[in-house]
Structures are given as structure tokens and as C-alpha cells.
């Protein structure tokens, strides 16, 4: 819901397992819509890696596992259920 009242307002966030506080002179729900991503504004392409492709580098095939049965050997999995 939109709001444009001019009061104060504390902001806490939790970063890196700490917690923050700001301070604002707006409410934090001043907004009609967000559409978008938080994206940096600069970034080196040749450390990009397109996935389902082998530019340069393969990546590791057990990204695609999403579940796994491990065996008594370390390292040694019974079962890969990949995508």
C-alpha cells in the first residue's frame, strides 16, 4: 500500500548476521512498484561463464544433482538423482 506521510521511521536489516538500524524521514512503503533485480553496474565479461556451455571452463555436473545417497566410503555416493 501506498504511503506518503512525512514521519520518522527505524529500519532494521540483518547483514552478515548482524543487525542494523536506519534511520529515514519517509515511510518505507512509499512506493507503488518495483520491477527489477539488484544488478552491478559494472561488470568484467571474461569472468562470465555462459551455463550449457563449454566457453571456457565445464561446469561441475554436480550442480545439477538436487538429491543424493551417500555410502559408508566418503566421497562415494550411492545414488545421484540429477536434472
Known sequence: AF?????????????????????????????????????????DLRKFNCMNSVTYDHPDPSIYTVLTCPSAVKGVALADFVI
Open 3 to 43: 504511503e506518503d506521510k512525512k514521519e520518522e521511521w527505524i529500519c532494521y536489516t540483518k547483514f552478515g548476521g548482524a543487525m542494523f538500524e536506519m534511520e529515514q524521514s519517509f515511510s518505507p512503503f512509499n512506493v507503488v512498484a518495483y520491477n527489477g533485480n539488484y544488478v552491478p553496474f559494472k561488470y
